[in-house]
């Protein structure tokens, strides 16, 4: 699901892989829908690779995401532009044994933001999750 969605370093919202070079790769704004290369110095991280802290381990990035779809049944969760404290309690409900040392208010921002803006573009698809679970369903029955 989140496989070639990017974050890279000093730009804001998120990108999406076009191509790759020897030297840089192609990224198209989710936003704008602009494309630029990004040389191999910038710091660019696949949302795919990201997790969250807790304090058991660490929660892949779609994973929070699936929880916040469910919580708020496929639509928008809170404003990225909400007080720190809203953040963190809404965060709180999602996620309720994050590392609060390790995860800051920042953080949160960028998963919200991040979810809202794939859902927006039509990018969130847990069906794939949802069929493998499926799947698993009749053995239990049987059981």
Do not use: C
């Not at 990108?15 to 198209?28: F, H």
């Not at 910038?42 to 807790?54: M, N, P, W």
């Not at 994973?63 to 469910?70: A, G, L, R």
């Amino acid at each position: 699901m989140l496989k070639g969605i990017l974050s890279i370093s000093g730009h804001s919202g998120l990108y999406k892989l076009v191509a790759e070079s020897k030297n840089n790769i192609i990224v198209e704004s989710l936003d704008t829908k602009k494309r630029f290369p990004v040389y191999s110095t910038a710091k660019v991280s696949s949302l795919e690779d990201i997790a969250i802290y807790t304090l058991e381990g660490d929660v892949p990035l779609k994973d929070i995401f699936k929880t916040i779809s469910e919580k708020e049944e496929g639509g928008q969760a809170i404003s990225a532009k909400a007080s720190g404290n809203e953040l963190k309690a809404y965060f709180e409900e999602i996620l309720p044994d994050y590392d609060q040392d390790r995860v800051y208010v920042s953080d949160i921002k960028k998963v919200v933001l991040w979810y809202n803006t794939l859902l927006e573009n039509d990018m969130l698809d847990f069906s794939e999750e949802a069929e493998g679970q499926s799947e698993e369903s009749p053995e239990n029955e049987n059981k």
